[in-house]
């Protein structure tokens, strides 16, 4: 069971990279995220500017109709020194819930996280608020196969 609890978070301005994808796309198998991350790396490496202690923020923005329609995917660092940019984002100070996911593979864990938390929105008193929500990798994900990430769910 994952964990959860209410956090807020101040305005952050984040720099990377971005794609426009659906959830119904990524279950099939023929979406962008993978793709996505792919690319970062690959520049991340080539570039080798990132502090690896530096948080890596997946952000899921621009929601078309909720989780059901298309939405942006980024994978951004915080601006401060990191020049991989095809995209600048500004992120407002927000309400969240945060799920924090099991220790594991980092593929298993975080689609298990999401099915919960796709379970939660149905039932929740917290309404989602569809603005800015976040997947967080961060030290305790430094090993793919044994990771720990926190999803921060934007709340009204």
């Not at 990132?50 to 994978?75: K, L, M, V």
Request: aromatic share 14%; net charge negative.
């Amino acid at each position: 069971m994952i964990q959860m609890k209410k956090a807020k978070k101040d305005a952050m301005m984040l720099s990377g990279m971005m794609t426009r994808t659906n959830n119904q796309r990524e279950f099939e198998g023929n979406g962008n995220i993978q793709k996505l991350w792919e690319q970062f790396y690959a520049q991340d490496t080539n570039e080798n500017q990132r502090n690896q202690s530096q948080p890596i923020y997946a952000i899921y923005s621009d929601y078309e109709s909720e989780e059901f329609g298309h939405y942006n995917y980024t994978i951004s660092t915080e601006c401060s020194r990191f020049p991989l940019t095809n995209f600048t984002m500004h992120i407002p100070k927000q309400n969240y819930i945060v799920f924090t996911t099991e220790k594991g593979p980092i593929a298993e864990v975080v689609p298990n996280a999401w099915e919960e938390i796709w379970n939660w929105s149905k039932t929740s008193a917290e309404k989602r608020s569809f603005t800015y929500d976040m997947e967080v990798y961060d030290e305790r994900a430094q090993d793919p196969a044994n990771a720990i990430v926190d999803i921060y769910i934007a709340i009204v």
